[in-house]
């Protein structure tokens, strides 16, 4: 199936599935509206299986919850980024986010006034009560943090699920129904669709096959495809090989979430035609960390066809590393793999 198909096959899921929950919503809110009192605020219901153990690498374990979410919140606390770029690009604004995760690019989504909720990993329970969120939303890193911050507000998980495409269709068309922006949405998506088959488009074009590695600390791994599992470890190299066609040089690589560890002579062995390089270190700025670049420019990798033609490719760290979702985000990412054109 294309991305075209596909992108347009999940929108006609997700929409269905958030009428249904709008008509439950409203329904439910027909109901009571005889009990209820008139001023009471409209909600849309949001469902998903939560996973309830939260140690990392632990098998997870699903627990359905549902949560009513308000429309047009007024003051939105976000612990994802991607969530937080979609938001500011469908006219949105963040009241409170971990304020030194925020990347540059996605600054002017924050309110004038708004305040540090934490990290990705771990709230400032006390600050977010005291500002009395409407809405909280986590994701990714956060999700473990659901359970004391649905205590303070309404909290919602829109991590990735089903993979970037599902996951990016799904959380867009819902936060514009969230939002009152579900025209914006629809255009903003439509837009996506039509960058991503131009960028599927130029790696065909170019052909050859590739290999996804993320680079850190000096050490190599490999992304892995996806084994269309919906094991979500296995994103990055899902995303590159499953969403823009990326014709693997290997598939036979661990889906752990930083990759499989490989060696120099790997990248030798495989000789990929065309490497797609994320820099972990550059995305978290590590400090004293060598750049992606310095790692690889050496006698073994540089005796690789991808070397040899100009054909290694360094993606945006934060995009593809701290964001790695979101309407601007996917746009970088798009913009990213059409570097292939010009080589």
């Known amino acids: 199936m294309s991305a075209t198909r596909s992108i347009a096959a999940l929108g006609l899921v997700a929409a269905s599935a958030l009428a249904l929950s709008a008509c439950a919503s409203t329904s439910a809110e027909g109901d009571a509206a005889a009990e209820a009192p ?102 990714g890193r956060s999700a473990a943090l659901w359970e004391d911050l649905n205590e303070i507000a309404p909290t919602i ?9 599902a996951t990016l269709e799904a959380n867009t068309a819902f936060l514009g129904e969230v939002l009152g922006a579900e025209d914006e949405a629809a255009a903003a998506l439509e837009e996506l669709t039509a960058g991503i088959d131009e960028a599927k488009a130029a790696v065909t074009e170019a052909g050859g096959s590739g290999l996804g590695i ?28 499953d969403v823009f066609g990326v014709d693997p040089v290997v598939e036979d690589v661990e889906a752990a979430t930083h990759g499989e560890p490989i060696s120099f002579e790997f990248l030798l062995e495989h000789d990929p035609e065309w490497l797609w390089v994320v ?38 760290p934060t995009a593809w590393y701290i964001v790695f979702g979101g309407i601007d985000t996917t746009q970088r990412m798009i913009d990213d793999v059409l570097q292939i054109a010009g080589r």
């Open 157 to 165: 998980d829109l991590s990735m699920r089903d993979g970037f495409l």
């Open 214 to 241: 993320m680079v850190s600390g000096g050490e190599l791994s490999a992304l892995a495809p996806s084994k269309g599992d919906g094991d979500t470890r296995g994103a990055r190299g899902g995303l590159i090989y």
């Open 38 to 139: 008139a001023a009471e605020s409209e909600t849309i219901s949001y469902t998903w299986d939560r996973n309830t153990v939260t140690e990392e690498g632990a098998d997870p374990v699903y627990e359905e919850t549902t949560v009513e979410v308000p429309v047009d919140p007024q003051k939105i606390v976000v612990f994802d980024m991607a969530v937080l770029d979609t938001i500011g690009a469908l006219g949105g604004e963040v009241a409170g986010a971990p304020l030194e995760s925020v990347p540059d690019y996605l600054e002017d989504h924050l309110a004038d006034d708004a305040f540090n909720a934490g990290t990705l990993f771990e709230a400032d329970l006390i600050e977010i009560e005291a500002q009395q969120p409407d809405l909280i939303v986590v994701g």
């Open 279 to 316: 820099d972990r270190d550059a995305a978290v700025a590590t400090e004293g960390a060598q750049a992606a670049e310095v790692v690889l420019d050496n006698e073994i990798v540089n005796q690789t066809t991808a070397a040899e033609e100009d054909h290694i490719l360094y993606l945006d």
